[in-house]
């Protein structure tokens, strides 16, 4: 059999539950960067050639890996939607779809990018002295997701599970291309463990994946019921936080009130760290505006540090 040349890092059977026709075959889609309006079959979105290949001849985990964890995830999704709850979920489901949202925290293409730009960041913090790649950014990008899996599940089984449901069709919920949202309760700091420099696991106290237009699976800590239920409401805007291109959605007057809602937390963030750039642009709110990924810049000590960090793992 030969290898899909196409990889889906959001699996077709999840989309599906956002397609706007009666076949589940197509889907609404915005561009964050442009905001332009489209369409298209499922099959040809949220893809990327060759994204779960080692090398142009090298093994590939599209099949191997994620195809398991995809049928059966997508199947625990499909009886919670049918049913309208957890409660039919046999033990094996929920460890089913405890991998599945581990597997979709990690394989997203905006993961790859991130661990791109820190060895860009550390490369020129240090003149090229150090690196934190250890075959190529791809090989260590697949090696975190194959790693990383089990490391997230056996967090995940060790939080609450939910699912919020809201009929409501003006409080539908979307999904972007890094669909998985994390949340911190407060000002905590996270837990960080020993996986990867650039690609940490981090324990984060709200977990929540979109599984359709009307239901949100959430993983947490211990919570008030009415904090949980703000941080649901919230999807749609961390949806476009997180998002690093593309964001989808049963209804196209959902992506376009969600961009312009972006807008305005972007206006609002660049206000709380330097309202002059506002000014000095004639940025007004609600104006189209982003926020680029931040560069990483190093004191002299952190540089000490950091070397000493660095010369360590290198060993």
């Not at 089990?150 to 009929?167: A, C, H, N």
């Amino acid at each position: 059999m030969s290898t899909p040349k196409k990889h889906h890092f959001i699996p077709k059977g999840l989309l599906r539950n956002f397609a706007f026709d009666k076949n589940r075959k197509k889907i609404n889609f915005i561009d964050k960067h442009s905001g332009e309006l489209l369409s298209s079959s499922i099959g040809k979105v949220a893809r990327q050639h060759f994204l779960y290949r080692y090398s142009e001849k090298g093994p590939c985990i599209e099949k191997s890996f994620f195809g398991d964890i995809d049928n059966l995830g997508v199947t625990a999704i499909d009886k919670i939607i049918d049913k309208s709850s957890l409660a039919f979920l046999s033990p094996q489901d929920k460890k089913n779809l405890m991998r599945f949202v581990a597997a979709q925290m990690l394989r997203v293409p905006a993961t790859l990018k991130q661990l791109e730009g820190f060895e860009e960041d550390i490369r020129f913090a240090f003149d090229g002295e150090y690196s934190i790649i250890k075959d190529s950014p791809h090989s260590d990008f697949l090696d975190s997701i194959v790693k990383g899996v089990d490391v997230y599940e056996s967090l995940l089984s060790k939080k609450s599970m939910t699912v919020f449901y809201f009929r409501d069709p003006d409080k539908n919920f979307i999904i972007g291309d890094v669909p998985v949202t994390q949340r911190q309760y407060g000002l905590k700091s996270t837990s960080q463990l020993s996986h990867s420099p650039a690609i940490p696991i981090v324990d984060w106290d709200f977990i929540a994946l979109p599984i359709s237009p009307n239901f949100l699976l959430v993983y947490y800590n211990d919570a008030p019921q009415d904090e949980l239920k703000l941080l649901a409401l919230e999807n749609n805007n961390w949806q476009f936080i997180q998002s690093e291109d593309f964001l989808y959605s049963r209804n196209q007057s959902h992506l376009s009130a969600g961009l312009k809602d972006h807008y305005k937390t972007c206006y609002r963030y660049v206000q709380s760290v330097n309202p002059a750039y506002l000014k000095q642009n004639s940025i007004k709110f609600g104006d189209r505006i982003e926020v680029a990924r931040p560069i990483l810049a190093f004191s002299e000590n952190a540089k000490q540090q950091m070397r000493s960090l660095l010369s360590q793992a290198s060993k």
